[in-house]
């Protein structure tokens, strides 16, 4: 269910761009009366739902190709770092909420869980920004052949 959430959110952020974009220039033309509306196409539309940018245009700098092995090696480096969350999980903080749970209650005992596990969640959050934001999102860029990866600076 979180992963729709996040799904969904990424779409109305992505619908919200497109609309700003586009509709001061239709407006623009209409008030101007021109005889052509300046309307995007479907296929620059769905380019920008697929491209990982949040920003539309309807023309992004493109690759002239793509490199299949950079492809492959951002989706091993995402296999990875999942891998290695689930081995952070079930090595570091499984064991200790494992045994506190045959233990009668005890705040102690609760609190020194949650802070023995403060830092494996926050390697396994790292693990999973990485694997996302650089990872995934780089590969699918190279697949879409989007060549603007210099937003920040």
């Known amino acids: 269910t979180e992963i729709l ?17 586009n509709v001061p220039r239709v407006l623009s033309s209409v008030k101007d009366k021109s005889s052509t509306v300046p309307i995007p196409r479907i296929s620059q539309y769905l380019y920008f739902l697929f491209a990982p940018t949040l920003i539309y245009r309807d023309n992004y700098p493109r690759n002239p190709t793509i490199r299949w092995g950079y492809v492959a090696t951002k989706f091993a480096q995402v296999l990875g770092s999942l891998f290695y969350a689930y ?9 200790l909420f494992r045994n506190s749970s045959q233990e009668t209650f005890n705040l102690r005992g609760l ?7 403060i830092l494996p969640g926050v390697l396994i959050l790292f693990l999973v920004f990485f694997a996302f934001l ?11 052949r989007f060549a603007d990866r210099m937003f920040y600076k």
Do not use: D, G
């Open 5 to 21: 959430l996040v799904l969904q959110v990424r779409l109305v952020m992505k619908a919200h761009s497109f609309i700003r974009e």
């Open 111 to 117: 609190v020194l869980c949650i802070f023995n596990s």
């Open 134 to 144: 650089h990872c995934w999102l780089n590969a699918f860029a190279e697949m879409l």
């Open 87 to 95: 081995y952070i999980f079930v090595r570091l903080c499984i064991p």
